[in-house]
């Protein structure tokens, strides 16, 4: 599975998921990727979805 998929699964799963997460989830399967999105939103997503950041 690609892990963007499996990272949306888990993130829709997940409880709670704020709006912003879930904006953020939606930008990042746009085609193309807006540029203006910011890392700090990617790395939140990540973090509500269980990841752990080092």
Known sequence: ???R???AIT???SDPTNSKQ????????TKPVPSTLE???IES???AAGARII
């Open 5 to 7: 998929c499996s990272l």
């Open 39 to 41: 890392w700090a939103r």
């Open 1 to 3: 599975m690609d892990t």
């Open 45 to 47: 997503l990540c973090v």
């Open 22 to 29: 879930r904006s953020t989830l939606k930008a990042i399967f």
């Open 11 to 13: 993130v829709l799963q």
